[in-house]
């Protein structure tokens, strides 16, 4: 749904905001609504001061009115309906002026999925502002940024931006691949040799499923995972998978290329060299787990964050273990 002209509302300016511009101000206003339904407001010409439309690269300073001609209700949110069981809740792993570091349960998304009413992290995060501005004053307002993802059914680390500066530098840090990201798996086969280093461009394929396409390949993107043998249980592996790149489902692709799919990955854990032993204990989704994420040395301290895997990826390799 589009907002459509109509009753003027003044906007607030905060005068902590002045540097601030418009676009930004405005997602920091409305942390519920999506950056892309904000700037069509201002595409649209409906954000304005006075009579006359303004630019959304237009600081706070810089306008001595601001007014919305349009329902400010009618701007679609992210989400609807009420919040999701605390058990669908992310865990808060460490916080800062600058980022929020959440444990993410699998079956979960990062970001809202409009196809279901189920939550997500951003919306978590987001519910969790709004609810707090009651008793801050408008210089400590924050909206949550997410920068990165993970699979819906993938568990672990997720690294949300709190601030604009934030954002923009996390973003280049991920993009640059200054970041190391370190996953544990479980994958199919007694995996030999120890380390196992996949360089293969990932480009999409059919239902919803990434391949792996010959180098120079149309919508291929260059990708690389090295895969370490951490340790070996009948018949899967427990692998530490480190992913140089963040292509979509690169890992996932990439255990599948070196001919040790995860154990259970309903996409590509298929043919001879997929898991054909019995169910593993305790766990019946991706059986992958995004471990830790250590930041560029040129970040302050904390910048190594570490999630240990969840109930179920543990009960996995304690069945695994006895027997």
């Not at 201002?42 to 001061?49: E, K, M």
Request: charged share 30%.
């Amino acid at each position: 749904m589009r907002p459509e002209p109509g009753p003027v509302h003044r906007l607030p300016l905060h005068g902590e905001w002045t540097s601030l511009p418009l676009i930004d101000y405005l997602c920091l206003l409305w942390p519920d609504r999506a950056q892309r339904t904000i700037r069509e407001l201002f595409a649209n010409g409906l954000v304005r001061q006075g009579k006359m439309p303004v630019s959304p690269r237009t600081r706070v300073g810089e306008v001595d009115e601001l007014t919305l001609h349009a329902d400010p209700e009618a701007i679609p949110r992210m989400f609807s309906g009420p919040p999701p069981e605390p058990r669908c809740e992310p865990g808060i792993l460490h916080e800062d002026e600058r980022l929020v570091v959440l444990s993410k349960p699998a079956g979960l998304s990062v970001v809202p999925d409009r196809s279901e009413a189920r939550g997500s992290c951003l919306e978590f995060l987001a519910r969790r502002e709004i609810l707090a501005r009651a008793a801050k004053p408008p210089r400590e307002y924050l909206r949550p940024r997410v920068v990165h993802r993970i699979d819906r059914w993938t568990s672990g680390l997720v690294i949300v931006a709190k601030t604009p500066d934030a954002e923009r530098r996390l973003a280049a840090d991920f993009e640059a691949r200054r970041v190391r990201k370190e996953y544990l798996a479980i994958v199919s086969g007694s995996m030999a040799p120890a380390r196992v280093v996949v360089s293969c461009p990932v480009g999409p394929g059919r239902k919803g499923k990434m391949r792996a396409v010959a180098a120079g390949a149309r919508g291929g993107r260059d990708a690389r995972t090295t895969f370490d043998a951490l340790e070996r249980l009948g018949d899967v592996t427990l692998v530490r998978a480190l992913p140089e790149t963040g292509r979509q489902h690169q890992i996932r692709v990439h255990a599948w290329v070196m001919g040790h799919p995860l154990a259970i990955d309903p996409l590509y854990a298929v043919g001879p060299d997929a898991y054909h032993g019995p169910p593993l204990a305790g766990i019946d989704r991706l059986t992958l787990h995004a471990h830790r994420y250590t930041l560029p040395p040129d970040w302050d301290e904390p910048r190594s964050f570490c999630c240990p895997p969840p109930d179920d990826f543990q009960r996995a390799l304690d069945a695994l273990r006895e027997g």
